[in-house]
Nanobody, 118 residues
Framework: QVQLVESGGGLVQAGGSLRLSCATS????????MGWFRQAPGKEREFVAA????????PVANTVKGRFTISRDNAKSTVYLHMNSLKPEDTAVYYC???????????WGQGTQVTVSL
């Protein structure tokens, strides 16, 4: 069983940057596809970005393309979401996920709040 703990959220002005981190427990981090999702109030959880075990594939949602990037450090069992040029519509709780057979069976973190003000 892997445990995920997100950090790095907070309040930032529009145009600013944040880096979210997701630290995981367990010795099998490198075998997981890692992802970031977000959920805004009254909306469904949506995909933001993912990264495969070797960092060779890093798909991101169109809504954040060119502004957000995802990376991972397998030695530290940590995945990051680098968020630049933040917009108020990026306000949401951001969740980290670790998957081996799809997101429906993924392990999830507790989430970290990101609030972008005008």
């Amino acid at each position: 069983q892997v445990q995920l703990v997100e950090s790095g959220g907070g309040l930032v002005q529009a145009g600013g940057s944040l880096r979210l981190s997701c630290a995981t427990s367990g010795r099998t981090f490198s075998s997981y596809v890692m992802g970031w999702f977000r959920q805004a109030p009254g909306k469904e959880r949506e995909f933001v970005a993912a990264i495969d075990s070797n960092s060779t594939a890093t798909p991101v949602a169109n809504t954040v393309k060119g502004r957000f990037t995802i990376s991972r450090d397998n030695a530290k069992s940590t995945v990051y979401l680098h968020m630049n040029s933040l917009k108020p519509e990026d306000t949401a709780v951001y969740y980290c996920a670790a998957a081996t057979t799809g997101w429906s069976t993924a392990h999830w973190g507790q989430g970290t709040q990101v609030t972008v003000s005008l």
